[in-house]
């Protein structure tokens, strides 16, 4: 979908093309230098990787993806052996034979053993639940990350919105002052009754009051903007810069339909799908613990009591085995099988809600396209008469209020218009939220970092 010349093409969609190339990620920006210039908002990777730094949300899931590493690591290890060892036989009493000299240091052996488990069927499941766990954890990391980045995007536009508001409002304002001062002129002459007058002057207290109000907006969007990257974010250089940022991220080329390589591109949905294998994995691990593991001990002894004919020398090997008859993995299988079930139900939720935000938001381009069209039309107009009442008053032909009333008209729609870019760019935030098209995190990076 395609807006019309009121919003400009840009370098948006080349842009957001290179951000999306895998490993296309510079290095981290330390704190040190993490400050936001007005020429950032352009690059987006800047604002992903202050974001990636300094966004406490983000920050936590991104420890969470060391964590699940450390459980996988976990998983691949033996347990521990055991070593155990043992001074039996001690003599209490008479001893066997009678009389026998130094019972203490002729009576008792001295036995030194090791033990292994050996896990029987479960290492496998274990070992795969816990490495699709840390794929569903490097994924819901990018999710994380992705819903700050898009918040954070909106923050900008905000900004970008309230400051061409403004910046409208402000010329507003200076006409406002001069119509007024013309009403006040002609007012004492006579020429126009006092009741224009205070109507003129209540039209330029709305105006200031709705400057005020746009100044307030833009103070709070970038209060806002600060929050999530820890720093401050700066006005842009210019209203028209704040409306050329705005016009050329709402041109972007987005998809208008869902499609399977959106669906694997998304990764809340890469995050369901590891969680889906994890808890498959856990559920074959839950009913192979009715499966029960094998303790092997390797020992040796030295017995001290060869007056009674004892092996002075002896190796022993053993083996333990639990019975699993009370409990045998049915408490881990219920919580699995929940686990299974709750993932299959939120992807198949989430894609369909990922479906229909994704077809509202190119349904809301097009509308917004039917509006430009028509406020280009009354702009050409309103441009066009200005311009005739303009040149008109220079010679003469029409009275300078009548041409700070059409300037004012002009005006008026440019403060729409501003309106309507802050609108287009919503909503293609919205599309691209959806479609996933934002540029990806070094989750790897960072877990090799860890």
Same mark, same amino acid.
């Given at each position: *979908?395609?807006?019309?010349?009121?919003?400009?093409?840009?370098?948006?969609?080349?842009?957001?093309?290179? &951000?999306?190339?895998?490993?296309?990620?510079?290095?981290?920006?330390?704190?040190?230098?993490?400050?936001?210039?007005?020429?950032?908002?352009?690059?987006?990777?800047?604002?992903?990787?202050?974001?990636?730094?300094?966004?406490?949300?983000?920050?936590?899931?991104?420890?969470?993806?060391?964590?699940?590493?450390?459980?996988?690591?976990?998983?691949?290890?033996?347990?521990?052996?055991?070593?155990?060892?043992?001074?039996? +036989?001690?003599?209490?009493?008479?001893?066997?034979?009678?009389?026998?000299?130094?019972?203490?240091?002729?009576?008792?052996?001295?036995?030194?053993?090791?033990?292994?488990?050996?896990?029987?069927?479960?290492?496998?499941?274990? /070992?795969?639940?816990?490495?699709?766990?840390?794929?569903?954890?490097?994924?819901?990391?990018?999710?994380?990350?992705?819903?700050?980045?898009?918040?954070?995007?909106?923050?900008?536009?905000?900004?970008?919105?309230?400051?061409?508001?403004?910046?409208? &409002?402000?010329?507003?304002?200076?006409?406002?002052?001069?119509?007024?001062?013309?009403?006040?002129?002609?007012?004492?002459?006579?020429?126009?009754?006092? *009741?224009?007058?205070?109507?003129?002057?209540?039209?330029?207290?709305?105006?200031?009051?709705?400057?005020?109000?746009?100044?307030?907006?833009?103070?709070?969007?970038?209060?806002?903007?600060?929050?999530?990257?820890?720093?401050?974010?700066?006005?842009?250089?210019?209203?028209?810069?704040?409306?050329?940022?705005?016009?050329?991220?709402?041109?972007?080329?987005?998809?208008?339909?869902?499609? +399977?390589?959106?669906?694997?591109?998304?990764? !809340?949905?890469?995050?369901?799908?590891?969680?889906?294998?994890?808890?498959?994995?856990?559920?074959?691990?839950?009913?192979?613990?009715?499966?029960? !593991?094998?303790?092997?001990?390797?020992?040796? *002894?030295?017995?001290?009591?060869?007056?009674?004919?004892?092996?002075?020398?002896?190796?022993?090997?053993?083996?333990?085995?639990?019975?699993?008859?009370?409990?045998?993995?049915?408490?881990?299988?219920?919580?699995?099988?929940?686990?299974?079930?709750?993932?299959?139900?939120?992807?198949?939720?989430?894609?369909?809600?990922?479906?229909?935000?994704?077809?509202?938001?190119?349904?809301?381009? !097009?509308?917004?396209?039917?509006?430009?069209?028509?406020? /280009?039309?009354?702009?050409?107009?309103?441009?066009?008469?200005?311009?005739?009442?303009?040149?008109?008053?220079?010679?003469?032909?029409?009275?300078?209020?009548?041409?700070?009333?059409?300037?004012?008209?002009?005006?008026?729609? *440019?403060?729409?218009?501003?309106?309507?870019?802050?609108?287009?760019?919503?909503?293609?935030?919205?599309?691209?939220?959806?479609?996933?098209?934002?540029?990806?995190?070094?989750?790897?990076?960072?877990?090799?970092?860890?």
């Amino acid at each position: *979908m395609r807006i019309p010349t009121l919003l400009p093409r840009g370098r948006v969609a080349l842009s957001a093309a290179i &951000l999306l190339l895998p490993g296309f990620w510079p290095r981290a920006v330390s704190a040190d230098t993490a400050l936001l210039q007005a020429a950032d908002y352009d690059n987006e990777r800047t604002l992903a990787e202050l974001l990636w730094e300094h966004s406490p949300d983000v920050i936590e899931a991104r420890q969470q993806v060391g964590i699940a590493g450390s459980e996988l690591t976990k998983a691949r290890l033996f347990p521990n052996p055991q070593l155990d060892a043992g001074w039996n +036989t001690i003599p209490i009493g008479r001893t066997n034979p009678p009389n026998l000299q130094d019972p203490i240091g002729n009576v008792p052996n001295y036995t030194v053993g090791i033990s292994e488990l050996f896990e029987l069927a479960k290492r496998g499941p274990r /070992q795969a639940a816990a490495a699709a766990q840390l794929e569903s954890s490097r994924a819901a990391a990018a999710a994380v990350f992705a819903d700050r980045y898009f918040e954070l995007l909106r923050a900008v536009g905000r900004i970008a919105t309230a400051q061409v508001r403004e910046g409208v &409002l402000s010329q507003q304002v200076a006409e406002g002052a001069r119509l007024l001062a013309l009403e006040h002129a002609r007012a004492e002459k006579g020429e126009v009754a006092g *009741m224009l007058v205070d109507r003129s002057e209540t039209e330029q207290a709305r105006l200031i009051a709705a400057q005020g109000a746009a100044r307030t907006e833009l103070e709070t969007a970038r209060a806002e903007c600060g929050a999530l990257v820890a720093t401050e974010c700066p006005m842009f250089d210019s209203a028209d810069a704040a409306r050329r940022y705005l016009r050329q991220t709402a041109t972007a080329e987005l998809p208008a339909g869902w499609s +399977t390589e959106i669906e694997a591109r998304r990764p !809340d949905l890469s995050a369901l799908g590891s969680a889906l294998r994890a808890a498959d994995q856990q559920v074959t691990l839950a009913k192979r613990q009715a499966i029960p !593991d094998v303790t092997v001990r390797f020992g040796y *002894m030295y017995d001290t009591f060869v007056e009674a004919g004892n092996q002075r020398n002896s190796l022993g090997l053993g083996m333990q085995v639990p019975l699993p008859v009370f409990n045998h993995g049915q408490a881990e299988l219920e919580a699995a099988s929940a686990a299974l079930l709750r993932a299959q139900r939120a992807r198949t939720a989430l894609v369909a809600s990922g479906r229909l935000t994704l077809e509202a938001g190119a349904r809301e381009r !097009d509308l917004i396209a039917g509006r430009v069209t028509q406020l /280009q039309t009354a702009l050409a107009n309103a441009d066009r008469l200005r311009k005739t009442m303009e040149g008109a008053a220079q010679q003469g032909g029409m009275s300078q209020v009548d041409v700070l009333l059409a300037r004012r008209r002009y005006q008026e729609l *440019m403060l729409e218009g501003a309106e309507l870019d802050g609108d287009a760019y919503d909503a293609a935030l919205k599309v691209r939220q959806a479609a996933a098209l934002f540029p990806r995190p070094p989750v790897e990076v960072e877990e090799a970092k860890q």
